[in-house]
């Protein structure tokens, strides 16, 4: 991992926040890489895909989770389940960030290796919709949120020349070829709004559609593009922060990040934190994780009906915790 600047450390102390809480409280989902959660907009779920290219659905506590949908045509039982092999990526799948278009009953879902793809309330195969923009294939798709009011569905590319598998390879040479996109399904058409992103992570949609958070996992940075007013098509710095993933709005318009501080000396070590931020980059409360994923990377922090659910795609489980 790169070192982290001085000043990003000392920008990340809990003194410019409102209340910094440690999650001491949890319940851990045994599932193996759940990056992102969605939630039905009556509440039920959550659905989050998993290593070996399913994604699943909660369906309560007296049942746990089960099979909903998967990306592959070519994935089999034998093959995949239980595997979390990422050179079986291109046969079985790995979806990562998914989300609902609420007035569909759509669910979104974006896979490493295959590209993006829906699938209806039924289940089963999802369709495949994209595998590249602008005639440049997508090599490592991550993150990714829907515009519910518009149908537009915005996601990223961690990398124009590397796969999931080269991780270690995009940050060691500090990778800049990742792309912020967007995808209409009135039109079927996939745009690049941002180029030269470092590590770009799950970006979210603003409640009045009116601007994007894009994070930079490797650039240490949250960006604003703006999608209408005065400053359209623009892209504005707004937060610098250390290992940002996925962000996800709250229903007040605020922001939750993941954000790892990635520390190499005296020993390698890594500080897992939720940090909830204004629209204006303003942050008003931290999450010590360090309880749930001791010196582990985590992806994602989502509030939902007063609890949070954190993700990560590299571990064995998922948890939530109450807001209290």
């Known amino acids: 991992m790169a070192k982290i600047s001085v000043f990003s450390i000392f920008f ?54 089960v099979n909903f949908a998967y990306t592959s045509p070519n994935r089999t039982k034998e093959k995949c389940d239980g595997t979390n092999d990422l050179d079986l990526g291109p046969t079985c799948g790995r979806p990562l960030g998914l989300g609902f278009n609420y007035k569909t009953e759509e669910l979104y879902i974006v896979d490493a290796f295959l590209g993006l793809f829906k699938v209806g309330p039924e289940g089963g195969l999802a369709e495949q919709l994209a595998t590249a923009a602008e005639g440049v294939p997508f090599k490592w798709l991550d993150g990714l949120d829907v515009d519910s009011r518009t149908g537009i569905v915005y996601f990223t590319d961690i990398s124009t020349k590397y796969t999931m598998r080269e991780k270690k390879e995009i940050i060691r040479i500090r990778d800049s070829t990742g792309r912020f996109m967007s995808y209409d399904p009135k039109t ?29 996992y490797i650039g240490g940075r949250l960006s604003k593009h703006w999608l209408k007013g005065p400053k359209a098509h623009k892209t504005e710095l707004i937060l610098s ?21 990635n520390l190499q000396e005296p020993a390698p ?36 009906d007063n609890s949070y659910y954190i993700g990560s795609v590299s571990l064995p489980f998922g948890a939530t915790a109450p807001i209290c």
């Not at 070590?269 to 931290?286: P, R, Y």
Request: charged share 20%; net charge negative.
């Open 12 to 65: 990340f102390l809990p003194l410019l926040v409102l209340s910094d809480r440690t999650l001491d409280t949890f319940t851990i989902f045994p599932i193996s890489g759940p990056e992102s959660y969605a939630f039905e907009l009556t509440g039920q779920g959550p659905y989050t895909g998993i290593s070996d290219g399913r994604i699943i659905k909660y369906e309560g506590p007296q049942i746990g989770f």
């Open 241 to 261: 922060i250390p290992g940002p993933t996925n962000v996800k709005r709250t229903l007040s318009n605020d922001f939750w990040i993941a954000s790892t501080l």
């Open 188 to 216: 079927k058409e996939v745009k690049v709004l941002v180029r030269g992103l470092q590590g770009p992570g799950g970006a979210a949609v603003s409640r009045d559609s009116s601007f994007v958070l894009v994070p930079e």
């Open 269 to 304: 070590l890594a500080i897992s934190k939720g940090v909830k931020i204004d629209e204006f980059g303003n942050i008003i409360q931290t999450l010590n994780l360090a309880g749930i994923y001791n010196n582990s990377a985590i992806n994602e922090v989502q509030e939902f």
